[in-house]
C-alpha cells in the first residue's frame, strides 16, 4: 500500500480533504457494531450497559472506539505498528474523533480533563521510534481542546507479550508495571490505546488513576476485540 497524499488511504479515490487520509465513504464502512457503552464488546442491549457490566463492570467508565479488529481497520492499524506508516496516526485519530464527536451528540459522553496514552516500555519504544497511542492521542487532545499529559503514565518494567499469556497470567504481568508522573485527583481522563482485546492493560492503569483520585476514566481505542 503506496501512500499518496490526497488519496484515500483504502480506495484510492481523491479527498475531499487532503488531510483527512480516509474518504467518507470508505469511512461508513469503519463503524462499531452495537455495543456495550461500558466495556465496548458486543452488546444487543445498546445503548445500555450489557449483562457483564451489570454484574461486574470493568474499571472504567466509558469505552470509545472505531471498528472490531478486523478489515480493513486491522490492516491500518498493523501498518500504523509495524511499518511504522506515521503518516497514517491523524487519520486514525480522525476516525476517532468522529466516534467521540458522536457521543458528544447524544449526550452521553462528557469531555475528559487530561487526555495520557498507553506507554511502550522505553526498550520497545526506541526500537520502534514511536509509540503509536502516543500519535493518536495528540491530534485528538488539540482537536477537542483537552490537555494532553505525554509521559504522564510511565510503565515501569518491561512486561512480557500479553497475547501470549493466559487472561490471569496476564494481570499478574501488569501488576505495578505502570507509575504515575502526575497527580490526577478529581481529574476526568482519557486513556488512548491502538487496540484493546482482553482490557487487562487499560484496567491495570484505570485502577492506577482511580487509586490516585481520578474523578472518572474513559478508555479510547480504534479497535476493541477479544
Ligand atoms: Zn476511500
Ligand atoms: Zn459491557
Request: proline residues 8%; glycine residues 6%; positive net charge.
Amino acid at each position: 500500500m503506496l501512500t499518496i497524499p490526497g488519496l484515500c488511504w483504502l480506495c484510492r479515490m481523491p479527498l475531499a480533504v487532503a488531510g483527512w487520509g480516509i474518504c467518507s465513504i470508505c469511512q461508513q464502512s469503519l463503524t462499531p457494531p452495537p455495543h456495550c457503552p461500558r466495556c465496548g464488546l458486543e452488546a444487543i442491549t445498546h445503548p445500555l450497559p450489557c449483562g457483564r457490566c451489570l454484574l461486574k463492570p470493568p474499571p472504567w467508565q466509558r469505552l470509545i472506539y472505531v471498528d472490531d479488529y478486523r478489515a480493513p481497520l486491522n490492516v491500518l492499524v498493523q501498518r500504523l505498528k509495524f511499518s511504522a506508516a506515521t503518516a497514517l496516526a491523524p487519520a486514525l485519530s480522525r476516525l476517532l474523533l468522529c466516534q467521540l464527536l458522536a457521543a458528544r451528540r447524544d449526550g452521553t459522553l462528557r469531555l475528559p480533563d487530561c487526555i495520557i496514552a498507553v506507554p511502550l516500555h522505553q526498550t520497545r519504544g526506541w526500537r520502534r521510534g514511536f509509540n503509536q497511542s502516543d500519535l493518536l492521542a495528540r491530534p485528538l487532545a488539540r482537536w477537542l481542546g483537552c490537555r494532553y499529559q505525554p509521559g504522564g503514565l510511565k510503565r515501569r518494567r518491561r512486561t512480557a507479550i500479553q497475547h501470549q499469556l493466559s487472561a490471569s497470567a496476564r494481570s499478574d504481568n501488569l501488576r505495578g508495571a505502570f507509575t504515575l508522573e502526575f497527580p490526577v485527583r478529581d481529574l476526568h481522563i482519557a486513556i488512548v490505546d491502538d487496540v484493546v482485546t482482553t482490557g487487562s492493560t487499560v484496567a491495570e492503569i484505570s485502577r492506577l488513576l482511580l487509586r490516585n483520585g481520578a474523578a472518572t476514566v474513559q478508555v479510547w481505542c480504534l479497535c476493541r476485540t477479544l
